[in-house]
């Protein structure tokens, strides 16, 4: 998609995510790339403003909680989801992992917090490099490899709890079930971890040799190749990554649920895709950031949250606002990109 | 072409693997067929292969439309909504008369189909994200139109649903005439090659003078109609509008039943046939696992199995 991206085997310092270049910084060329990066930014400020003009309740301590709280484990998947997208490939099993990390967390947690956190890990994040296995070397398309493992993970899932007919507890004394519950100076603490992964992600895909190869094998994967990017080894990595945070977001959900809950998690993964997109990465890859992925998520949860304010409407009004909003993102983004391309 | 093909030492294999390509979709129907005429007992029963192919029905008609949309290089995510959409629509226009809410349902699905087409042939949206923002959308205003499942109480939609004619159900007629129709469309008119020649390469299609724009907002379009179609067979079929779960991941059935026959993602080939057998085949193999008492689970890890393996064998088409 863009070509500057492609020198991002060597760490200098012009090299932006983005790929904006330098030479041209034509002022509306500037302005198309600032909107395109920080217009979910503007709008879920304004979404705020407008929300907290309105609803009396919106600007509350225990409001803002719970957003965030719901926010927390939507926005772990994106953050997955994100590094996937801007190799310019797609995850669709983040929905089945997120409910199988929350079942097996929640079986674990009976032998320790060390387990409850360590086995949904191991099994999802295996899973994801089954994933990045069969895309990177066997080079099938990401979409039918991981809407196979969606259909396998969910199985799995069904296989371990009785075809979905028990669920496991977790033990609300636990240290585990702290790690959904607690909180640390009045913040829920998967809200924490949260902003840790975030900031931990956005350093690695922004300023490290891993990160700068995601971008080139998203942005041109033949030119990443000869520029001497390891190609495979970046795409098994970010479905492995992709799967680790699927099944960690599934485990604290399970910690703040107190349960295994073994429904959970279908559509997710177009959640996050939604969340993905919205915060201005682009689905051709060799485009995006970080920070955009957790705007994206909050975005859709303040959506859900002022239509659930407006007590007249039905929830499913929720859908279609999203939906909405998801198809004028992509066509002020598809706009923007072509002004960018022409200038 | 072929004379370096036959050149090869691996000739043998090569073939065997373009006709386990060609033909491993009908011979995995074939010997799901035999296993159960041997081992699953009252398999062999005219009531039996009714409800099979009455089960089908849907999810091909939907499959026929996907077909389609992949052939054009592209993918359509928006088809369970359109399902949904179509049978809260029934449900709402059904004291208009049968007729009247069939067609209301219908351009419904249309509408979410040029919707769909406009965004990918105009705008220039990639085919997953611009159907997953309708998916999602189409869906909320299904909820909106009819928020809870209602039955549909009308002697003609009933007869659509359990009627037969010459012991064949109308909904596997009318699934079959489509499949027809699909194919007789796909090989013998300009718009079927059209549709094929912009799967396979679009800048080269459009420097070919094609109607590239109109051709795509004409595919989703028509798998738009075919989802709304399959939202009324299976409204008839259930005599009760669900939208909330009505179609809910049929995307990925119909998706799995056209890769599974042999249509390659990438785009520029249809298979008609395959995709019938291949709904089959998903059709078949569930029944199979729940006739021998295996669980759910275990159905779901054989269809990501069988989907891996047929998009394996299909994997060295791309490469030729």
């Avoid at chain 1, 060597?10 to 983005?18: E, F």
């Avoid at chain 2, 420097?207 to 051709?215: F, I, K, T, Y």
Wanted: proline fraction near 3%; charged fraction near 10%.
């Amino acid at each position: 998609m863009t070509a500057h991206t492609e020198e991002a085997g060597v760490p200098a310092p012009t090299v932006q995510g983005t790929g904006d270049g330098p030479e041209r910084a034509d002022r509306s060329e500037r302005l198309s790339a600032l909107a395109q990066q920080h217009g979910a930014l503007v709008t879920l400020v304004i979404a705020m403003v407008v929300a907290s003009l309105s609803f009396d309740t919106f600007l509350t301590g225990d409001n803002l909680e719970n957003m965030a709280l719901s926010s927390a484990f939507l926005a772990v998947v994106a953050l997955g989801m994100t590094f996937v997208i801007v190799t310019g490939g797609i995850d669709l099993s983040v929905g089945s992992l997120f409910a199988l990390g929350g079942v097996l967390a929640a079986w674990g947690s009976r032998y320790g917090t060390a387990v409850a956190l360590l086995l949904p890990l191991a099994v999802c994040g295996l899973v994801g490099l089954v994933n990045g296995l069969l895309i990177a070397r066997v080079r099938l398309a990401p979409f039918i490899v991981t809407l196979a493992a969606m259909l396998g993970a969910r199985g799995l899932l069904l296989a371990i709890t009785d075809e979905g007919s028990r669920t496991y507890l977790v033990d609300k004394d636990s240290f585990f079930a702290t790690l959904g519950q607690g909180t640390l100076l009045g913040v829920g603490v998967p809200v924490w971890i949260t902003l840790a992964l975030f900031a931990a992600g956005a350093v690695v895909l922004r300023r490290s040799r891993f990160g700068q190869y995601v971008y080139a094998v998203g942005g041109n994967e033949d030119a990443g190749a000869l520029m001497g990017a390891p190609v495979a080894r970046t795409k098994i990595t970010v479905y492995t990554l992709s799967g680790l945070c699927a099944g960690l977001a599934g485990a604290l959900n399970a910690a703040w649920l107190a349960s295994g809950v073994t429904i959970l998690g279908t559509g997710m993964e177009l959640d996050a895709i939604s969340a993905v997109v919205i915060g201005g990465t682009l689905l051709t890859g060799g485009s995006g950031f970080i920070s955009g992925s957790l705007v994206g998520v909050l975005l859709l949860k303040v959506i859900q949250n002022v239509i659930n304010q407006i007590g007249s409407l039905d929830s499913a009004y929720q859908q279609v606002v999203s939906g909405a909003f998801l198809a004028v993102v992509v066509i002020a983004q598809t706009w923007l990109g072509r002004r960018r391309r022409v200038l | 072409m072929t004379e370096l093909t036959f050149a090869r030492p691996s000739l043998d294999r090569a073939r065997l693997l373009r006709l386990l390509q060609d033909y491993g979709v009908y011979a995995g129907v074939l010997v799901l067929l035999l296993f159960d005429v041997a081992f699953t007992p009252h398999f062999l029963s005219v009531e039996n292969f009714r409800t099979q192919a009455v089960q089908v029905a849907p999810v091909l008609v939907v499959a026929l439309g996907m077909a389609l949309a992949i052939g054009a290089e592209g993918v359509d995510l928006s088809v369970g909504s359109v399902m949904a959409l179509s049978t809260s629509l029934i449900s709402l226009y059904l004291g208009y008369g049968p007729w009247i809410a069939v067609l209301v349902a219908l351009a419904g699905g249309i509408v979410v189909g040029a919707a769909n087409g406009a965004l990918i042939a105009f705008v220039g949206v990639q085919p997953i994200v611009a159907t997953l923002a309708l998916m999602v959308a189409g869906r909320g205003v299904a909820l909106v139109l009819l928020p809870q499942l209602k039955d549909v109480r009308d002697p003609d939609m009933a007869a659509l649903g359990s009627g037969a004619v010459l012991g064949v159900p109308y909904l596997v007629l009318i699934a079959a005439g489509l499949a027809l129709l699909t194919a007789f469309v796909m090989r013998r008119t300009t718009f079927g090659r059209q549709v094929l020649a912009i799967g396979d390469s679009r800048p080269a299609a459009r420097l070919a003078g094609l109607p590239v724009g109109r051709v795509l907002v004409v595919v989703y379009v028509s798998c738009g109609a075919l989802a709304a179609i399959a939202g009324v067979l299976a409204t008839a079929r259930l005599s009760a509008s669900d939208p909330t779960s009505l179609g809910t991941l049929m995307e990925l059935s119909a998706i799995t039943a056209v890769v599974v026959g042999g249509t390659p993602l990438s785009g520029g080939r249809v298979r008609v046939g395959g995709t019938v057998a291949g709904a089959v085949l998903i059709q078949l193999l569930t029944t199979t696992l729940i006739k021998h008492d295996l669980p759910p689970s275990w159905t779901q890890i054989a269809q990501a199995a069988v989907i891996v393996l047929a998009v394996y064998a299909a994997r060295e088409r791309g490469r030729r």
